[in-house]
């Protein structure tokens, strides 16, 4: 493969066929650093025909379950063999530190991992019970067909394996379209797919935009699933794109993530400790732009001064810089409009009363040429601030405080979202009733962030539609079929005649 031939169609790397290409840029000194094919309907046409040819008349689908699943195990390993340079390519392309690269191809491989064991220990169909002897009756899964797979920027390698892993153990063809700002690894994965031996049309990529290569994929009569995570407008453009086909449809969109805390979970030292520094995390990892980054700090207003003066004191000394570089902890935001969206919403929220306790603003100084910006924390905040309802996707932390558990409660649930949130306490009786109340697709206690491929991930309301990860994750990419089986057929004499 040729660095602009990024387009894999039935088995073959080539250039898109406008000859089109399209720059990436290393966000931490705004240089270009690759080119990739700049894909459009023509080459997302191709790809679906390939997929489809593939499905429709390829081994893949009918191939024993042990073999797909030795296959995932494969790219497991194959993962695991190029992680140093795949956590590089993911650190470089996605701005984030070389550290969390590692973790990302780790967590991949997890993931296929997951989905092989997972269909290696089914049962195959249920049998039903119809009441008869002679009625034979079972209900069995079977792989839903192509699937569109598209993928954002923040996790771009993660995403996709929440796919593709599903999506291939269950049977399907694919063609995915990542973010065209960091598609370099996803084009890594298919690479080793490839090498794994997957069949030529069972895998396909074609790197471009949102408009045209997502919006033909969600539209395309030919697709027989479109599994999308990305934002909320493109979200909904998606689903209204797949209606016509009536195609399934999955969402994995933003969040707007509480993280409550009572006063009881800071009633020691390490206690106290522990919140602060789990609040950091959860707000400015991979400088806040994760799906379920705990934007919100809702407290409970006898804590707020102690609790947001450390917070802030340890915000300012959070050291950003490439991510690639030793002690880094925070790198740059992803592109100049994430950069420019991020400053904007800050001054929106000064504007209407926002209170700054760090941050700010972009870190001044050389070797900040990139889309650099400080973690802030803005106090005195509420939900009537765009910034508090609004999904940043920066390192913006908002506080908002409580003064009953009630209370607490309400504000956690008064979002359009439903991503995830944590509840922070030493009460156990608070603690599980508080997570029975919160509307959230994933609810931690005590903790941030933390997810496991065995359980499932996904939103409340405008979070999105359906699940990844966990059996629920593997459902989505299958039909059940009923199969009812007469062993003694006779006329039914419905009608007379
Ligand atoms: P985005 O919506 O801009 O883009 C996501 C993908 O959709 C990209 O590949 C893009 O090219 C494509 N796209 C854009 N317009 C399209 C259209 N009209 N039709 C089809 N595809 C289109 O999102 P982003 O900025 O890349 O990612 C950030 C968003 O992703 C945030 O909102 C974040 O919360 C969300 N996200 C959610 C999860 C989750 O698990 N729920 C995980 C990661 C990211």
Same mark, same amino acid.
């Given at each position: 493969m040729s660095a602009q031939q990024t387009i894999h169609v039935g088995g073959e790397w080539r250039a898109a066929a406008s000859g089109a290409t399209r720059e990436i840029l290393d966000? =931490?000194? =705004?240089?270009?650093?690759a080119v990739v094919a700049e894909g459009g309907t023509e080459d997302t046409d191709a790809a679906i025909a390939a997929a489809r040819t593939a499905f429709d008349q390829g081994e893949w689908p009918r191939t024993p379950v042990a073999e797909r699943a030795a296959l995932l195990r494969r790219v497991a390993e194959l993962l695991q063999r190029d992680r140093e340079e795949i956590g590089l390519l993911e650190s470089r392309d996605a701005g984030k530190t070389l550290e969390e690269g590692r973790v990302d191809v780790d967590c991949v491989s997890d993931a296929f991992r997951y989905f092989a064991d997972l269909v290696m220990n089914e049962s195959g169909g249920r049998v039903v019970? =119809?009441?008869?002897?002679e009625i034979h009756s079972v209900v069995v899964h079977e792989p839903v067909g192509v699937c569109a797979l598209i993928t954002p920027w923040n996790y771009p390698l993660l995403q996709a394996s929440w796919k593709i892993a599903p999506a291939l153990a269950a049977g399907n063809t694919f063609v995915i379209k990542p973010s065209e700002i960091t598609p370099l690894t996803t084009v890594a994965l298919i690479e080793l797919l490839v090498e794994a031996g997957l069949p030529a049309g069972v895998a396909n990529i074609v790197t471009g935009a949102g408009d045209p290569v997502g919006a033909r994929l969600a539209e395309h009569p030919d697709v027989d699933l479109v599994s999308f995570t990305g934002g909320l407008s493109s979200g909904t453009k998606v689903m209204r794109a797949a209606a016509d086909s009536v195609k399934k449809v999955a969402l994995e969109l933003g969040g707007k993530n509480p993280n409550l805390v009572f006063a009881d979970a800071c009633g020691t030292e390490e206690g106290f400790d522990t919140a602060v520094d789990q609040a950091l995390n959860a707000a400015f990892i991979h400088s806040g732009q994760v799906c379920s980054a705990g934007s919100r700090l809702i407290i409970e207003e006898s804590l707020r001064e102690r609790f947001v003066g450390e917070l802030a004191r340890r915000a300012e000394k959070i050291r950003l810089g490439r991510g690639t570089e030793t002690g880094v902890e925070c790198g740059p935001l992803v592109s100049r409009q994430q950069l420019a969206k991020t400053e904007d919403y800050v001054a929106s929220a000064l504007a209407e009363g926002a209170v700054l306790r760090a941050g700010g603003a972009r870190p001044e100084g050389e070797g900040y040429e990139g889309y650099f910006y400080r973690p802030t924390v803005l106090d005195q905040c509420h939900r009537d601030m765009r910034v508090v309802r609004e999904e940043v996707f920066g390192p913006v932390l908002t506080v908002e405080t409580f003064r009953t558990e009630e209370e607490g409660v309400a504000l956690a649930n008064d979002t359009e979202y439903g991503l995830a949130g944590a509840v922070w306490t030493a009460d156990p009786g608070r603690a599980r009733r508080v997570a029975g109340r919160l509307r959230h697709g994933t609810v931690w206690i005590n903790d941030f962030h933390p997810y496991l491929p065995q359980a499932e991930w996904g939103g409340f309301g405008k979070s999105g539609i359906g699940r990844e990860l966990g059996p629920a994750g593997l459902a989505e990419y299958r039909e059940a079929k009923h199969i009812y089986q007469n062993l003694a057929p006779r006329p039914v004499r419905w009608f007379a005649g």
């Open positions: 966000p =931490a000194d =705004a240089t270009v650093f019970d =119809a009441g008869s002897e």
